[in-house]
């Protein structure tokens, strides 16, 4: 058994890498996700768009990056000329969520406004339309280079960006301006955003339709999953961004997309716009040694952990099982990406491979005077850089955890913060310490501190403390080592932390977060041992990211000497690591190989469905109604003779990443044929390394949505405002 598990994968990294290192070392990455700027330089009539490139993006006119938005995270498109939005089920699981109570439970049965009165606020959800972009590299780096150390070029970068985004953002807020990194320490971008701040839902089919295969089929191919949700924006009665408000009217986009009901076929040429978020393929190796050995594993494993205590927290009760729903599934989506992500780079030796490229560039170097005289240290300066963000890696990981997950924790840091800013002049403050910033600081903070499970708090206390007895050499945390070092430092632990979540609780007021009221001295000088306690863990921390701002301010300039050199190596330009700007990528309906002797075809119909459904496991319930419309076989015209069913899912080699959730599929015409929501397995690794081999993206079929909407939403309404006609 184990011999042909190990031949299997053996085959499968043999095939994957021969095509990985070919295209990987020796030429122009193959991968693109490319920014506005470089979108008139493809030859998309080549790779076949069959409409003028200039419908796709026109500086000076209209065209369909228009009707792209970016809504939080996610992406949207605008399918009406009244702001209807489509995205992901998965972006407004959260807003879902917050609206839905036992009684009224909107994830389980899904949600449809008949009318526009009917929508619901999207609570959380914010969109941003892209109106136009501004290179302002020259401004951001000269204000670099006044830096007199490290740590301070990191600060003068974010400063100056904060400035201009200030400068460049409308008073009235209807547009924000934001500035970003394309090239570390190269070339920023100011971006002009248009805002949208009352969004509201119009229809989401029931969980069973938008997240059907759940856990089991999340980062996964074949795929059969319904993940999409209408939403519409709104703004106020003269254009402008206005929170909710009833007087507002429906938002009436430059551009929609057209919705092609008869979708596309394996071969086809489609190409996404979207919001792809980071990606990191022009790090150096180092960075790849760092996501393996550390932040990968710590993550995958504290998040694997939070998931199962709060499942056991839970238990049957329906209320804490909605109340934790939200946070379990964004743990979860993390935690199998990051063990695709720990697979990917062991079976394709990534890190070994950027080593050996690392080694390439330095004879390159060597190889021309002009360059060597520049560059020759750069290696060894960026292993030096490397070696103390290494050294501390386990505590910084571990602090920025314990600081986020525990409320508690969280609220005590804020208090001494709060103390010790409070000491300065307004002037020496930290932005949201400053007293312009102060009353909605303490107000947000306050929501969070309060919003948390005592029973969670307790588990996750104990465990973090337990985990920093172990820590080693500069990663050792003092602090709790000499508060609990003793030989019964697990049963003083369960004690403190028993106490401390009982005070917290007791009363009606949270102690911590009512210290606000008392004079900073009292504050420092306050008696309660978690004070002390965090006082001391904040020094550490706070070295510690000083020493992250060092090794930013180094890497600033040498990542852009390291793309400058892979660019001069591989005489070719670069496109940019993905950064939540607007991003084209195109490819065609195509499946993969996953493993020896597998195939994946790239079109799944609804027979999957009921075939999954069969199998009994929970993360494959279907509705009935679905059942009863597929066994009457009501398909209306979305039934697909050559498939010999309802096309569901499809699978498609573009380059995406998390961010393009939401993304429009577009085919040749640029019509919309499906809604791109996740990538295969293998695929988590393409934040480091896109290869044609492996890389797929995953997209629900415009025809599933379209028929699930009529069908099982009885919401054929809003494909006649798509202008989609029902027969
Ligand atoms: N399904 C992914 C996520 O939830 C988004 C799309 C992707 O990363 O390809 O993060």
Same mark, same amino acid.
């Given at each position: 058994?184990?011999?042909?598990?190990?031949?299997?994968?053996?085959?499968?990294?043999?095939?994957?890498?021969?095509?990985? /290192?070919?295209?990987?070392?020796?030429?122009?990455?193959?991968?693109?996700?490319?920014?506005?700027?470089?979108?008139?330089?493809?030859?998309?009539?080549?790779?076949g768009?069959?409409i =003028?490139?200039?419908?796709?993006?026109n500086?000076?006119?209209?065209?369909?990056?228009?009707?792209?938005?970016k809504?939080?995270g996610?992406?949207?498109?605008?399918?009406?000329?009244?702001?209807?939005?489509?995205?992901?089920?998965?972006?407004?699981?959260?807003s879902l969520n917050?609206?839905? @109570?036992?009684?009224?439970?909107?994830?389980?049965?899904?949600?449809?406004?008949e @009318?526009?009165?009917?929508?619901?606020?999207?609570?959380?959800?914010?969109?941003?339309?892209?109106?136009?972009?501004?290179?302002?590299?020259?401004?951001?780096l000269?204000?670099?280079?006044?830096?007199?150390?490290?740590? !301070?070029?990191?600060?003068?970068?974010?400063?100056?960006?904060?400035?201009?985004e200030?400068?460049?953002?409308?008073?009235?807020?209807?547009?924000?301006?934001?500035?970003?990194?394309?090239?570390?320490?190269? #070339?920023?971008?100011?971006?002009?955003?248009?805002?949208i701040?009352?969004?509201r839902?119009?229809?989401?089919?029931?969980?069973?339709?938008?997240?059907?295969?759940g856990?089991?089929?999340?980062w996964?191919?074949?795929?059969?999953?319904?993940?999409?949700?209408?939403?519409r924006?709104?703004?106020?009665?003269?254009g402008s961004?206005?929170?909710?408000?009833?007087?507002?009217?429906? /938002?009436?986009?430059?551009?929609y997309? $057209?919705?092609?009901?008869?979708?596309?076929?394996?071969?086809?040429?489609?190409?996404?716009?979207?919001?792809?978020?980071?990606? /990191?393929?022009?790090?150096p190796?180092?960075?790849?040694k760092?996501?393996?050995?550390?932040?990968?594993?710590?993550i995958?494993?504290?998040?694997?952990?939070?998931?199962?205590?709060?499942?056991?927290?839970?238990?049957?009760?329906?209320?804490?099982?909605?109340? /934790?729903?939200?946070?379990?599934?964004?743990?979860?989506?993390?935690?199998?990406?990051?063990?695709?992500k720990?697979?990917?780079?062991?079976?394709l030796?990534?890190?070994?491979?950027?080593?050996?490229?690392?080694?390439?560039?330095?004879?390159?170097?060597?190889?021309?005077?002009?360059?060597?005289?520049?560059?020759?240290?750069?290696?060894?300066? +960026?292993?030096?850089?490397?070696?103390?963000?290494?050294?501390?890696?386990?505590?910084?990981?571990?602090?920025?955890?314990?600081?986020?997950?525990?409320?508690?924790?969280?609220?005590?840091?804020?208090?001494?913060?709060?103390?010790?800013?409070?000491? $300065?002049d307004?002037?020496?403050?930290t932005?949201?310490?400053?007293?312009?910033?102060?009353?909605?600081?303490?107000?947000?903070?306050s929501?969070?501190?309060?919003?948390?499970?005592?029973?969670?708090?307790?588990?996750?206390?104990?465990?973090?403390?337990? =985990?920093?007895?172990?820590?080693?050499?500069?990663?050792?945390?003092?602090?709790?080592?000499?508060k609990?070092?003793?030989?019964?430092?697990?049963?003083? +632990?369960e004690?403190?932390?028993?106490?401390?979540?009982?005070?917290v609780?007791?009363?009606?007021?949270?102690?911590?977060?009512?210290?606000?009221?008392?004079?900073?001295?009292?504050?420092?000088?306050?008696?309660?041992?978690?004070?002390?306690?965090?006082?001391?863990?904040?020094?550490?921390?706070?070295?510690?990211?000083?020493?992250?701002?060092?090794?930013?301010?180094?890497?600033?300039t040498?990542?852009?000497?390291?793309?400058?050199?892979?660019?001069?190596?591989?005489?070719?330009?670069?496109?940019?690591?993905?950064?939540? @700007?607007?991003?084209? #990528?195109?490819?065609?309906?195509?499946?993969?190989?996953?493993?020896?002797? +597998?195939?994946?075809s790239?079109? @799944?119909?609804?027979?999957?469905?009921? !075939?999954?459904?069969l199998?009994?496991?929970?993360?494959?319930?279907?509705?009935? $109604?679905?059942?009863?419309?597929?066994?009457?076989?009501?398909?209306?015209?979305?039934?697909?003779?050559?498939?010999?069913?309802?096309?569901?899912?499809?699978?498609?080699?573009? !380059?995406?990443?998390g961010?393009n959730?939401?993304?429009?599929?577009?085919?040749?015409?640029?019509?919309?044929?499906?809604?791109?929501?996740?990538?295969?397995f293998?695929?988590?690794?393409?934040d480091?390394?896109?290869?044609?081999a492996?890389s797929?993206?995953?997209?629900?079929?415009?025809?599933?949505?379209?028929?699930?909407?009529?069908?099982?939403?009885?919401?054929?309404?809003?494909?006649?405002?798509?202008?989609?006609?029902?027969?």
């Amino acid at each position: 058994m184990i011999k042909t598990g190990r031949k299997i994968f053996y085959v499968f990294s043999v095939l994957v890498l021969a095509t990985l /290192f070919s295209g990987y070392l020796l030429s122009p990455p193959a991968e693109g996700m490319y920014p506005l700027s470089e979108i008139s330089n493809l030859d998309l009539t080549e790779a076949g768009l069959k409409i =003028d490139p200039k419908e796709v993006y026109n500086p000076d006119g209209v065209s369909l990056i228009d009707a792209l938005v970016k809504v939080g995270g996610c992406t949207g498109s605008f399918v009406s000329p009244d702001g209807l939005i489509i995205t992901n089920h998965h972006c407004a699981f959260g807003s879902l969520n917050r609206a839905s @109570t036992t009684e009224n439970n909107y994830l389980e049965n899904g949600l449809l406004a008949e @009318t526009k009165e009917d929508e619901i606020p999207a609570t959380g959800v914010v969109c941003r339309i892209t109106e136009s972009y501004e290179d302002v590299s020259e401004e951001v780096l000269n204000a670099a280079d006044e830096a007199e150390t490290l740590a !301070d070029r990191t600060k003068l970068i974010a400063e100056k960006i904060r400035e201009i985004e200030a400068r460049e953002s409308d008073l009235d807020n209807s547009i924000e301006a934001g500035v970003s990194e394309m090239f570390v320490g190269k #070339t920023y971008i100011l971006f002009r955003y248009r805002m949208i701040k009352d969004v509201r839902l119009v229809y989401a089919p029931p969980k069973s339709i938008g997240n059907f295969g759940g856990e089991t089929d999340n980062w996964v191919w074949p795929r059969h999953t319904g993940d999409f949700t209408f939403m519409r924006a709104y703004v106020a009665p003269d254009g402008s961004a206005a929170e909710y408000s009833e007087e507002n009217v429906p /938002f009436n986009p430059k551009k929609y997309l $057209k919705v092609n009901p008869n979708g596309v076929d394996e071969g086809d040429f489609l190409f996404i716009l979207g919001y792809p978020a980071r990606t /990191f393929r022009h790090q150096p190796a180092n960075f790849l040694k760092y996501q393996n050995e550390y932040q990968l594993p710590y993550i995958q494993k504290i998040y694997s952990w939070m998931i199962h205590a709060l499942e056991e927290i839970a238990g049957d009760d329906e209320a804490l099982q909605l109340e /934790f729903a939200s946070t379990i599934k964004s743990f979860a989506n993390v935690e199998k990406n990051y063990r695709g992500k720990m697979l990917g780079i062991r079976r394709l030796e990534l890190v070994d491979k950027k080593y050996e490229e690392e080694k390439q560039l330095a004879e390159f170097i060597k190889s021309k005077p002009e360059l060597a005289e520049n560059y020759s240290g750069l290696f060894d300066e +960026i292993n030096s850089v490397y070696e103390q963000k290494f050294a501390n890696a386990e505590a910084d990981l571990w602090f920025g955890q314990l600081f986020r997950r525990s409320k508690i924790m969280y609220s005590a840091r804020f208090i001494v913060n709060y103390a010790e800013q409070l000491q $300065k002049d307004d002037s020496e403050r930290t932005r949201s310490y400053k007293e312009e910033k102060l009353s909605e600081t303490i107000t947000r903070v306050s929501a969070t501190a309060d919003d948390f499970n005592p029973e969670f708090e307790k588990r996750l206390l104990v465990k973090m403390f337990c =985990d920093a007895l172990k820590f080693e050499g500069s990663s050792k945390i003092p602090a709790v080592e000499s508060k609990f070092g003793g030989s019964e430092s697990k049963d003083e +632990i369960e004690k403190f932390v028993e106490n401390l979540v009982n005070m917290v609780t007791a009363g009606e007021e949270n102690p911590i977060m009512s210290m606000v009221a008392n004079d900073p001295e009292e504050i420092m000088n306050s008696d309660l041992e978690i004070i002390k306690l965090v006082m001391e863990l904040k020094e550490q921390d706070d070295k510690i990211e000083e020493q992250l701002d060092e090794f930013d301010g180094a890497m600033n300039t040498l990542l852009a000497d390291l793309v400058e050199v892979k660019r001069l190596w591989n005489e070719a330009a670069f496109v940019p690591d993905a950064n939540r @700007t607007l991003r084209l #990528t195109y490819g065609f309906v195509k499946g993969y190989a996953p493993a020896d002797a +597998i195939n994946y075809s790239p079109i @799944t119909t609804l027979d999957g469905v009921i !075939d999954k459904a069969l199998t009994g496991n929970p993360d494959y319930e279907i509705p009935a $109604k679905l059942r009863e419309l597929y066994e009457a076989k009501d398909f209306g015209r979305f039934y697909d003779d050559k498939l010999g069913g309802i096309p569901t899912g499809i699978l498609y080699n573009t !380059d995406t990443s998390g961010g393009n959730s939401g993304s429009p599929i577009m085919d040749a015409n640029g019509n919309l044929v499906g809604v791109n929501f996740d990538r295969a397995f293998e695929a988590t690794i393409n934040d480091f390394a896109w290869d044609d081999a492996y890389s797929r993206s995953i997209g629900v079929d415009i025809r599933y949505v379209l028929w699930v909407t009529q069908k099982i939403g009885g919401a054929g309404f809003l494909l006649e405002e798509m202008g989609v006609s029902l027969k």
